[in-house]
């Protein structure tokens, strides 16, 4: 994502918002430095570290809007890329689509080893 023209790298002090529930889901985020927490509506937590992908979920599967809250753990450095630069990266270099795949796979493991996911 980084190689992209258009791609921001944004930087938060620890605690601070990336972005909040409801809001509109215009772009993909990555971490390049730190860790960064998804808090859900029912309290659910997801942690992010460098190199992994997140919000990817809301701008593709959701109603347009972010469906948690992304805080910054620790000071991190994170890259944005809008909706639509990011479905061009998608259309151009279709095995990023089964990185998200298998990233979420491991997602979905470590909630079910965790105890934290619902059937």
């Known amino acids: ?3 992209q023209i258009d791609c921001e790298i ?3 002090p620890t605690g601070a918002r990336v972005y909040s529930r409801g809001r509109e889901a215009d772009a993909i985020h ?3 430095r730190g ?3 998804l808090v859900g509506d029912a309290g659910e937590r997801l ?6 992908l997140f919000s990817y979920q809301d701008i593709v ?7 948690s ?4 753990r620790t000071p991190v450095e ?8 990011f479905f061009n990266l998608l259309h151009n270099h279709p095995t990023l689509a089964i990185l998200l795949i298998g990233q979420q796979h491991d997602r979905l493991r470590e909630q079910r080893t965790s105890g934290n996911c619902c059937y």
């Open 69 to 72: 809250e992304a805080v910054a």
């Open 47 to 52: 942690r992010y570290r460098p190199g992994e």
């Open 1 to 3: 994502m980084a190689a």
């Open 10 to 12: 944004l930087t938060f």
């Open 61 to 67: 599967w959701r109603e347009g809007t972010y469906r």
């Open 78 to 85: 994170i890259l944005r890329l809008d909706r639509l630069r």
């Open 35 to 37: 860790i960064v927490e």
């Open 30 to 32: 990555a971490v390049r």
